[in-house]
């Protein structure tokens, strides 16, 4: 089914070709993105975003995948993005203009929610940790000495036998 909000996004007969094209192009051609100074990886990420959102591929949740799979991207190629400081009226007009041929604005809002690499060894030091790792690293505490979690209570689950 083709799908379109003000544009249309990718053909569904085109998803398979257009997608092998684009990571195949982050794959071989870009490294996926390592080993890039700022504004170049600034440049390509730009096309990433704008191709990864003109290929659109599901029905529901396409920003939430490109800001995950671009997040980790980023980051394991020492570029940390940021999307928590994303405004949302600004990416998806930044977004639009970027589907009909105009990336600049997509480029400038990235260029604030990409931390430079020079700050990120420092800044990580200091940042206090994402909520979503803060609660998984709570579900992993150190143990008590007792078999038990830091804090929790021996108590048996109504759910086992004694």
């Known amino acids: 089914m083709a799908i379109a909000k003000e544009d249309l996004f990718c053909l569904p007969q085109h998803i ?11 794959a071989r051609r870009d490294d996926y993105l390592r080993g890039l100074g700022r504004p170049e990886f600034l440049d390509k990420l730009t096309e990433l975003l704008a191709d ?17 799979f ?6 394991a190629a020492g570029h940390p993005l940021h999307w928590e400081a994303m405004d949302p009226n600004i990416n998806i007009t930044a977004s639009q203009a970027a589907h ?6 997509l480029r400038q809002m990235l260029e ?7 700050r990120s060894a420092a ?12 609660a998984g690293a709570a579900l992993t505490s150190p143990e008590d000495g007792r078999g038990q979690p830091r804090g929790s209570r021996s108590r ?6 004694p």
């Not at 659109?56 to 995950?68: L, S, V």
């Not at 671009?70 to 980051?75: S, W």
């Not at 800044?123 to 790792?133: K, V, Y």
């Not at 048996?156 to 036998?161: H, V």
């Open 16 to 26: 398979e070709s257009f997608a092998e094209d684009i990571f195949g192009k982050l």
């Open 52 to 68: 990864l959102n003109a290929l659109h591929p599901f029905r529901e949740g396409n920003g939430r995948a490109q800001r995950a």
């Open 70 to 75: 671009l997040a980790q991207l980023a980051r």
């Open 100 to 105: 009909r041929g105009d990336a600049e604005p």
């Open 112 to 118: 604030q929610l990409v931390q430079d690499p020079d």
């Open 123 to 134: 800044d990580e030091a200091t940042t206090p940790e994402h909520p979503a790792r803060a």
């Open 156 to 161: 048996r689950s109504p759910l086992r036998p």
